[in-house]
T-cell receptor, first 115, second 113 residues
Framework: GAVVSQHPSRVICKSGTSVKIECRSLDFQATTMFWYRQFPKQSLMLMATSNEGSKATYEQGVEKDKFLINHASLTLSTLTVTSAHPEDSSFYIC???????????FGQGTRLTVV | SQQGEEDPQALSIQEGENATMNCSYKTSINNLQWYRQNSGRGLVHLILIRSNEREKHSGRLRVTLDTSKKSSSLLITASRAADTASYFCATDAKYQAGTALIFGKGTTLSVSS
């Protein structure tokens, strides 16, 4: 089946630094990818929709300047958490659909800890 | 925003018992999916049921869908300790940029041996 690979799986960074998370579709092209955030013991919240070749669409309440999304190719979307703070610590996970009306494929997720 | 609401939020059962989780959603859908997540890990896709389907089976899993009531249920039969995880329903929702999956709050299942 289709595979979505996310890297890194775990990252610890200092406050004020930026962290880049990559999401790759390994065996299919994804014009659209989705970024979710999950706090402990909570559900996944859609942060933004990443569109290849155009600007990302952010959900209400998500800061565009803090969470920079780039979708430069049909197989790669990146999420950069800029000037990270401890409250940005969370589990970030990306996904993509492989075709219409099908299951979504998820990356393994990235556990971000800001100290 | 969240589309689905699962109940119960938490469920504790003994091995061998059946576990039933329910999900309700708000808008019309093309399909509904169930996912499992082990603590701190990624998502595992369990089953997809389309809006024109009423019931679907996969191994020990049985999913029903009632579009008139905007609800779905996931039944795990003969549960095992390894089924301990959080279970989420997700529905497709039209967004400005296309269609995204919106997740319910989830049910935490604990199966004890």
């Amino acid at each position: 089946g289709a595979v979505v690979s996310q890297h890194p799986s775990r990252v610890i960074c200092k406050s004020g630094t930026s962290v880049k998370i990559e999401c790759r579709s390994l065996d299919f092209q994804a014009t659209t990818m989705f970024w979710y955030r999950q706090f402990p013991k909570q559900s996944l919240m859609l942060m933004a929709t990443s569109n290849e070749g155009s600007k990302a669409t952010y959900e209400q309440g998500v800061e565009k300047d803090k969470f920079l999304i780039n979708h430069a190719s049909l197989t790669l979307s990146t999420l950069t958490v800029t000037s990270a703070h401890p409250e940005d610590s969370s589990f970030y996970i990306c996904s993509a659909f492989h075709g219409m009306n099908t299951e979504a494929f998820f990356g393994q997720g990235t556990r971000l800890t800001v100290v | 925003s969240q589309q689905g609401e699962e109940d119960p939020q938490a469920l504790s059962i003994q091995e061998g018992e059946n576990a039933t989780m329910n999900c309700s959603y708000k808008t019309s859908i093309n399909n509904l999916q169930w996912y499992r997540q082990n603590s701190g890990r990624g998502l595992v896709h369990l089953i997809l049921i389309r809006s024109n389907e009423r019931e679907k089976h996969s191994g020990r899993l049985r999913v029903t869908l009632d579009t008139s009531k905007k609800s779905s249920s996931l039944l795990i039969t003969a549960s095992r300790a390894a089924d301990t995880a959080s279970y989420f329903c997700a529905t497709d929702a039209k967004y400005q940029a296309g269609t995204a999956l919106i997740f319910g709050k989830g049910t935490t299942l604990s199966v004890s041996s």
